[in-house]
T-cell receptor
Framework: QKEVEQNSGPLSVPEGAIASLNCTYS??????FFWYRQYSGKSPELIMF????GDKEDGRFTAQLNKASQYVSLLIRDSQPSDSATYLC??????????FGTGTRLKVLA | EAQVTQNPRYLITVTGKKLTVTCSQN?????MSWYRQDPGLGLRQIYY???????DKGDVPEGYKVSRKEKRNFPLILESPSPNQTSLYFC???????????FGSGTQLSVL
């Protein structure tokens, strides 16, 4: 069974701090990696995707990928209370059967 | 407005009574998929479709059926619902050559 693992949290950070969310995956053949944000009672929305090893930055968000360690992370700089949500890591193992982790709940404290 | 529309938003039914949850997208996306979301288990894929008349099983297809007769519609059918199918269901679509899933608003299903 291909798996994506995340710490469920909650991860609590003060406003303005950097939030670091982590994800590991089991299928070495995985080709694309995603971070979705899901507010309580809402549907997931894509915030970042990454295909290659290294960092990818978009505004306050940075996705990091290390294929050798099968590790994906999301950094949120200058965290805001509006960033409080559940963050879902997702992986495409090459079959378009997107596999999601259980999500990490982030709480940004004002 | 570009969107994925699911209906109904909430549904309470009884064991064994056939039901259909509809999903429609107006973005001309090739790919559509159904997920269920359960506490502690996350989002799990039920079925997906790469295009019209092409469907395939996800990780938890047992007890569900789908069809893709038109590009815009991808209904989820529960022929004989059971209480373990009580869950929050999401439909999603995605254009070809862009790996971004667009999710519907969800259907909260309770099977008594």
């Amino acid at each position: 069974q291909k798996e994506v693992e995340q710490n469920s949290g909650p991860l609590s950070v003060p406003e303005g701090a950097i939030a670091s969310l982590n994800c590991t995956y089991s299928d070495r053949g995985s080709q694309s990696f995603f971070w979705y944000r899901q507010y309580s009672g809402k549907s997931p929305e894509l915030i970042m995707f990454i295909y290659s090893n290294g960092d990818k930055e978009d505004g306050r968000f940075t996705a990091q990928l290390n294929k050798a360690s099968q590790y994906v992370s999301l950094l949120i700089r200058d965290s805001q209370p509006s960033d409080s949500a559940t963050y879902l890591c997702a992986v495409n193992p090459g079959t378009y059967k997107y596999i999601f982790g259980t999500g990490t709940r982030l709480k940004v404290l004002a | 407005e570009a969107q994925v529309t699911q209906n109904p938003r909430y549904l309470i039914t009884v064991t064994g009574k056939k039901l259909t949850v509809t999903c429609s997208q107006n973005m001309n996306h090739e790919y559509m998929s159904w997920y269920r979301q359960d506490p502690g288990l996350g989002l799990r894929q039920i079925y997906y479709s790469m295009n019209v008349e092409v469907t395939d099983k996800g990780d938890v297809p047992e007890g569900y059926k789908v069809s893709r007769k038109e590009k815009r519609n991808f209904p989820l059918i529960l022929e004989s619902p059971s209480p373990n199918q009580t869950s929050l269901y999401f439909c999603a679509s995605m254009p070809a050559h862009q790996e971004k899933l667009f999710f519907g608003s969800g259907t909260q299903l309770s099977v008594l």
